[in-house]
T-cell receptor, first 108, second 116 residues
Framework: SQQGEEDPQALSIQEGENATMNCSYKTSINNLQWYRQNSGRGLVHLILIRSNEREKHSGRLRVTLDTSKKSSSLLITASRAADTASYFC????????FGQGTRLTINP | GAVVSQHPSRVICKSGTSVKIECRSLDFQATTMFWYRQFPKQSLMLMATSNEGSKATYEQGVEKDKFLINHASLTLSTLTVTSAHPEDSSFYICSESTGAATDTQYFGPGTRLTVL
């Protein structure tokens, strides 16, 4: 299975701290994407990083991709209470395959 | 990004009934649509992929006769859960893409189905 595995499964930090989530996968990919999902809601696309890219930034988000290790990380800097959500990585080859997700809680 | 709507946002039905969920593209023509299901505190699992005017391609383990998908136009796809049972209770999410770039998907807000 190409399904990504994420760790940690749950992460609780204080507001203002940085949050790092990791994703590993098993097979070759075209790109890797990160999504956010608030409880009981749809998915919000955060960032897409292609297989030939190593790092990408978007606002307070920083994503890295290491294709040799088949892993990616999502860093959220200066976290806010509104960042509380579940975060999923999704790998794309012929279809989008989601990881198990990390439930992030930002404590005020 | 594109705007995708789903209707209804939540539905409660009795066991044995059929439920139709609509997925609409509000501002672009969606060549390909995808249906996912998500159990509580779990990840999204792709159920099927459909292209406008053709039959849907179902993922392994998904019963095509139970989960009927119709993609009759470029702006509307429907998922009908037939003879629903409590184990079908889940969060169903659709997504759409344009052209050949199916890596760029726009997700709907999801439909919460509860079967009593």
């Amino acid at each position: 299975s190409q399904q990504g595995e994420e760790d940690p499964q749950a992460l609780s930090i204080q507001e203002g701290e940085n949050a790092t989530m990791n994703c590993s996968y098993k097979t070759s990919i075209n790109n890797l994407q990160w999504y956010r999902q608030n409880s009981g809601r749809g998915l919000v696309h955060l960032i897409l990083i292609r297989s030939n890219e190593r790092e990408k930034h978007s606002g307070r988000l920083r994503v890295t991709l290491d294709t040799s290790k088949k892993s990616s990380s999502l860093l959220i800097t200066a976290s806010r209470a509104a960042d509380t959500a579940s975060y999923f990585c999704a790998t794309f080859a012929q279809k989008l395959v989601f990881g198990q997700g990390t439930r992030l809680t930002i404590n005020p | 990004g594109a705007v995708v709507s789903q209707h209804p946002s939540r539905v409660i039905c009795k066991s044995g009934t059929s439920v139709k969920i609509e997925c609409r593209s509000l501002d672009f023509q969606a060549t390909t649509m995808f249906w996912y299901r998500q159990f509580p505190k779990q990840s999204l699992m792709l159920m099927a992929t459909s292209n406008e005017g053709s039959k849907a391609t179902y993922e392994q383990g998904v019963e095509k006769d139970k989960f009927l998908i119709n993609h009759a136009s470029l702006t509307l796809s429907t998922l009908t859960v037939t003879s629903a049972h409590p184990e079908d209770s889940s969060f169903y999410i659709c997504s759409e893409s344009t052209g050949a770039a199916t890596d760029t998907q726009y997700f709907g807000p999801g439909t919460r189905l509860t079967v009593l």
